[in-house]
């Protein structure tokens, strides 16, 4: 079982940048296509992009050219650079495997108002 730590969330105008980060555990996470995740209240959780072990990446369309997935193997931590951030995007964030294999962190909120 790998235990995810998401943090970096907070509060940003629209047009705004943030980056969340998301921590796991042993070799299993650096092993592993990582993915971002949000949820926006009363919406399902939806796939926001996804990274290989080897960094390949994959991004839905609503932030294809605005979010940079990356991830540090080393660190076994993975970042979602989020730019020209829009209200739409306001949801509690989260991190796990794609498939989705473990329990889910307590996500970070990102919340993007003016």
């Known amino acids: 079982q790998v235990q995810l730590v998401e943090s970096g969330g907070g509060l940003v105008q629209p047009g705004g940048s943030l980056r969340v980060s998301c921590t796991g555990s042993?070799?299993?996470?650096?092993?592993?296509?990582m993915a971002w995740y949000r949820q926006a209240p009363g919406k399902q959780r939806e796939l926001v992009a996804r990274?290989?072990?080897?960094?390949?990446?994959i991004y839905s369309e609503s932030v294809k050219g605005r979010f940079t997935i990356s991830r540090d193997n080393a660190k076994n931590t993975m970042y979602l650079q989020m730019n020209n951030l829009k209200p739409e995007d306001s949801a509690v964030y989260y991190c796990?495997?794609?498939?989705?294999?473990?329990?889910w962190g307590q996500g970070t909120q990102v919340t993007v108002s003016s």
């Open positions: 796990n495997a794609l498939p989705i294999r473990w329990t």
């Open positions: 042993g070799i299993i996470f650096r092993l592993s296509t």
């Open positions: 990274i290989t072990s080897g960094g390949s990446t």
